[in-house]
């Protein structure tokens, strides 16, 4: 399995929006609604912030939502706050012999 | 609150072999799947196993396959991940992962991670 396609950066100004798309395949992201994103601040350990496509966690901010249509996964974060600068990874199943893919990581950067 | 540490990395040569242990504490570890995920220097994250609660369902990436193997001790609350024929592009930090679900599905929490290099 390959792994799944995010563009390398975006960026936002506090309180703007941004939203970060995560393309894999018919044998993952379109098979599946076992999408999730990963938030990664710098040298710590990945934290779950969406599960089942759209789900948050307990303690994850609302301003975070996920969504998917077809083989492609979203994320966006609305309101985007300084706190928010970190690598987010999106994540899929591609069956239960290969049940995790993740993303190349995106880079959110808080002008 | 869940607590997960890992043990067990260092510095090998390729072709050797390594044992890296995950000890949980906070939960019914054995209601729960657990994997490995490791992150290259400067890289992104890349699954390596998942094993279910009861032990019996494991699953490996390809990149590992043949070479990794992963277990499970419930009685003792650890994880582990057995690596061998070592590889300079195995060299990574490996994190030990908590699931939300009894098969693999959502890592909901994570360790601090075990740092592997492989060089001659």
């Known amino acids: 399995q390959s792994a799944l396609t995010q563009p390398r950066s975006v960026s936002g100004s506090p309180g703007q929006s941004v939203t970060i798309s995560c393309t894999g395949t018919?044998?993952?992201?379109?098979?599946?609604?076992?999408v999730s994103w990963y938030q990664q601040s710098s040298d710590k350990a990945p934290k779950l912030i969406i599960f089942?496509?759209?789900e948050r966690p307990s303690g994850v901010p609302g301003r975070f939502s996920g969504s998917k249509s077809g083989n492609t996964a979203s994320l966006t974060i609305s309101g985007l706050q300084a706190e928010d600068e970190a690598d987010y990874y999106c994540?899929?199943?591609?069956?239960?012999?290969?049940?995790?893919?993740f993303g190349t990581g995106t880079k959110v950067s808080v002008l | 609150d869940v607590q997960l540490l890992e043990s067990g990395g260092g510095l090998v040569k390729p072709g050797e072999s390594l044992r890296l242990s995950c000890a949980a504490s906070g939960f019914t570890f054995s209601t729960y799947a657990m994997g490995w995920v490791r992150q290259a220097p400067g890289k992104g994250l890349e699954w390596v196993s998942a094993i279910s609660g009861g032990g019996t369902k494991r699953s490996y990436a390809d990149s590992v396959k043949g070479r990794f193997s992963i277990s499970r001790d419930n009685s003792k609350a650890t994880m582990y991940l057995q690596l061998n024929s070592l590889r300079a592009e195995d060299t990574a930090v490996y994190f030990c992962?908590?699931?939300?679900?009894?098969?693999?599905?959502?890592?909901?929490?994570w360790g601090r991670g075990t740092l592997v290099t492989v060089s001659s």
């Open positions: 018919s044998s993952n992201v379109g098979a599946y609604n076992y």
């Open positions: 994540c899929s199943s591609a069956g239960s012999f290969t049940p995790f893919v």
């Open positions: 992962a908590k699931d939300r679900y009894s098969n693999p599905k959502y890592l909901e929490s």
């Open positions: 089942d496509v759209s």
